[in-house]
């Protein structure tokens, strides 16, 4: 695509659609150019922001459904029966800081930020700590990174240091990359069940009355919240507490029959440090109850199961609707 050039975006099915570039450079503000498109509406065209944007005009593009692609590689894409979003397609000029390494509580702390954010609140780090149930010199930490990073920024206001995320897409991008499913070795395994949501019904009573701490994630648990496909999943995606060693030992005391993968129903896998069990809780869908992760933590386990970046998206829409 090229300025004072025609670009045309053209589908498989022979429908093309003109593609009207936009100058960043030309607005003062994020608000001033969403107010600018929110006036132009051509038949038969898209529109593609292009240019140096702000980090902070970003989220306030993505919510107008503006698409746009930065210099740096960042990108959001949404045109029709088009999706695209990535965190960057081409190399720095400049080297960067090390990425934050999403380890122990650091990926914890990120969840709940990034829970606060979509209810509306700017929490201090301090609530960050209790709500993640972890030391303040941590939360410290991982937000210090995040900071370096640009991607949050800290305000202080009396004497509190409030948190707020900048770019809440490219913080979730992240927190998906570093603990997305399944972050170290599985093990598979049968449970009887009419339906896979019955499985993850089951799965969760036999592990509850085992008191083995789990959470079903991915698109099983996508049901439970309220987003629904055209189809079921052929596994149930599960966080269990404990170590990789200790996964068919917990397996065999949830009651799951051995199997090899190409047979099973149900994945286990080891969260030694709760991440994915962080803020789980008791859904349900139609007949069946399950305990199920966090829907942000839903969407970073979804990306390599079938059609899991469209079942994200809508995961997404959920989210930010709902807070």
């Known amino acids: 695509m090229r300025r004072a050039a025609t670009s045309v975006l053209t589908y498989e099915d022979g429908i093309d659609l003109a593609v009207r570039l936009v100058e960043p450079s030309d607005f003062l ?9 929110r006036h132009v509406d051509v038949p038969g065209t898209v529109v593609l922001v292009a240019g140096v944007i702000p980090v902070a005009w970003r989220p306030k593009l993505r919510a107008a459904e503006i698409s ?6 960042v990108a959001e894409i949404n045109w029709p029966r088009l999706r695209v979003s990535t965190g960057q397609f081409a190399h720095e000029a400049q080297r960067r800081r ?7 509580g650091h990926a914890v702390v990120v969840q709940e930020l990034l829970s606060a ?23 410290s930490r991982a937000i210090a990174q995040l900071a370096q990073h640009g991607l949050v920024e800290k305000k202080r206001t009396g004497s509190s240091v409030h948190v707020e995320v900048v770019d809440a897409v490219a913080v979730a991008e992240l927190l998906a990359a570093r603990t997305g499913w399944p972050q170290g070795p599985t093990v598979s395994g049968y449970l009887w069940g009419r339906s896979i949501w019955e499985v993850a019904s089951s799965l969760s009573s036999s592990a509850g009355r085992s008191e083995i701490p789990v959470a079903v994630t991915g698109r099983t648990a996508l049901a439970f ?34 199997a ?18 962080h803020g789980r809780e008791s859904r349900t869908f139609q007949d069946w109850t399950a305990t199920v992760a966090h829907p942000l933590r839903i969407w970073c386990d979804l990306r390599d199961e079938q059609r899991g970046i469209e079942f994200a998206a809508q995961l997404w829409k959920e989210i930010s609707r709902r807070g």
């Open 117 to 139: 954010t979509f209810r509306g609140d700017h929490p201090t780090i301090g609530e960050l700590a209790s709500r993640a149930d972890i030391g303040l010199p941590t939360a």
């Open 225 to 258: 919240t309220g987003v629904l496909g055209t189809s079921s999943p052929r596994q149930t995606r599960c966080w269990v507490a404990g170590q990789s060693r200790d996964l068919e030992r917990l397996g065999r005391q949830i009651g799951l029959e051995p």
């Open 98 to 104: 090390e990425v934050l390494p999403m380890q122990k």
């Open 68 to 73: 746009f692609v930065d210099v740096s590689g």
């Open 260 to 277: 090899p993968a190409e047979e099973s129903n149900v994945i286990l896998a080891a969260d030694p440090w709760k991440v994915g069990l």
């Open 29 to 37: 503000s994020a608000d001033e150019l969403v107010a600018s498109e």
